[in-house]
């Protein structure tokens, strides 16, 4: 059968031709609907509707649904994001001040440093944490007992916090102070150790390489917002020079640069300016205008 | 009162309105839709789905065409759909080759002519199959047909020409003088 035919010839042949009023008749019967259940119907289409207008509609029951999560998981990555803010940020003064001195590592190291002066140079500071940023201890920590050529000396926080430091500095000592009051003890220890090697002629057991990273260190620091305050600054570039000394001394017959070092850190008071600061620590030291 | 006042009234809220525009409407459509499926139960869903679309709907409705053909087209398209998912089943349906097996008597002077048609009526392809019972059987217009079923209405004539000479062929062998 021809599927393209043409709705003129369709009408012209037999499109309006009718069926046989014998098959017409009963094709009428096809499927012949009964009465038809309007109130059944009716019903129906009536609960439907009541249904539709009192039911919130379920399209947009499932677009909140799909909305409270997304919601929680925004709520939940902004209150991490403002805890890592608080967390992170430099002025975060009293969460910081809270937290216990973490001064055990300047401890152990300087204790082992008077049994063998050769071992400064492991006993080397670390650059990279100053550039990490270690974690913060503004709980002072008080060197006490005996010299350190008496024996080892200990870092203990046997003071209560000062809380005035926190107030009166608006924020709490930052991770720079805490690496200066770090390096500032190690450089107390280097220097006393080197000074007593000089008196005890044991010049050849002292290690440029210790002065030298020391060097490093000061000179970042030197950048760094810890020498913001005038009497660090002045710490820090009188350590350099004495440190940049040590580094510079020759190998052999250097008498005369030790001593020339020895006289400008005596000159420049180096040596107990370090031990006040690292006494009773930065921040405080700042306050009371020791350096 | 017109369709337009009915609508204006139904979209108003107004539940007379409502069950004036359902009496005026349901028993054209439930015949139509009977035909269409020949169940009862399936005819009633469908129905039923129809007037709460339609009302749904209403506030769509530009009067482009008849309230009447416009719900009709509402009604088409359901018990089509219905029909297409009921059919997976019965597998009723064949394909216009195997028609004429249907048609074609046991024996000569086969007196189930009713039943003979019933099946080739069965047996014509969907498209077909409705514009004959809505033209030849309910009456409708080929333009009206058009409008319910999205068609031209040449388009619905061709089917009529293709239905009708579908069913003389199938009938050929067993009333001649009809064919």
């Known amino acids: ?291 | 009162m017109d369709d337009r006042d009915l609508i204006a009234r139904v979209l108003a809220g107004d539940p007379t309105a409502e069950r004036a525009l359902y009496d005026a409407h349901v028993d054209r459509v439930y015949r139509m839709v009977y035909r269409i499926v020949g169940d009862m139960d399936q005819a009633t869903d469908c129905v039923q789905e129809t007037f709460i679309k339609a009302f749904r709907r209403l506030g769509d409705f530009r009067g482009e065409s008849a309230l009447g053909t416009w719900i009709g087209a509402i009604a088409m398209s359901v018990a089509l759909n219905a029909l297409r998912k009921v059919k997976r089943f019965r597998q009723r349906e064949m394909s216009l080759d195997e028609a004429p097996e249907i048609g074609r008597p046991a024996a000569a002077g086969d007196p189930h002519l009713r039943a003979r048609l019933h099946g080739a009526i069965d047996a014509l392809p969907e498209g077909y199959r409705a514009v004959f019972l809505m033209h030849d059987v309910e009456g409708y217009t080929h333009e009206e047909i058009g409008s319910m079923l999205g068609i031209h209405s040449g388009t619905s004539k061709a089917q009529l020409f293709r239905a009708r000479a579908r069913l003389r062929q199938t009938l050929a062998d067993f009333a001649p003088e009809q064919a």
């Open chain 1, 1 to 291: 059968m021809n599927d393209f035919i043409d709705d003129d010839l369709i009408d012209e042949r037999n499109g309006e031709e009718p069926l046989d009023p014998t098959l017409a008749a009963l094709a009428r019967d096809y499927n012949a609907p009964p009465i038809t259940p309007r109130e059944a119907i009716w019903a129906a289409v009536e609960r439907s509707r009541e249904r539709e207008t009192v039911v919130l509609p379920l399209p947009a029951r499932r677009r909140i649904a799909r909305w409270i999560p997304i919601a929680a998981g925004i709520a939940a990555l902004l209150a991490l994001a403002f805890a890592f803010g608080r967390f992170s940020s430099p002025g975060a003064a009293p969460s910081i001040a809270d937290r216990p001195i973490a001064a055990d590592s300047v401890a152990s190291d300087s204790s082992r440093l008077p049994d063998a002066p050769a071992t400064l140079a492991n006993d080397a500071p670390d650059t990279e944490t100053l550039e990490s940023a270690p974690a913060p201890t503004p709980r002072r920590a008080t060197r006490t007992g005996a010299p350190a050529t008496d024996g080892p000396m200990q870092l203990v926080s046997d003071e209560p916090r000062d809380e005035r430091s926190v107030d009166e500095r608006g924020n709490a000592p930052d991770a720079f102070d805490i690496v200066a009051a770090r390096h500032l003890s190690r450089s107390e220890v280097f220097l006393t150790l080197f000074r007593d090697a000089l008196r005890g002629d044991e010049t050849a057991e002292l290690s440029p390489a210790t002065a030298r990273q020391l060097l490093v260190r000061n000179r970042l620091l030197l950048d760094s917002p810890a020498a913001r305050d005038p009497r660090m600054r002045r710490l820090l570039e009188d350590l350099e020079l004495v440190l940049a000394q040590i580094a510079q001394l020759p190998a052999d017959d250097r008498t005369e640069d030790t001593e020339l070092i020895t006289d400008g850190m005596e000159a420049g008071d180096v040596l107990t300016r370090l031990r006040s600061a690292t006494s009773t620590g930065v921040a405080a030291t700042l306050r009371q205008g020791a350096l």
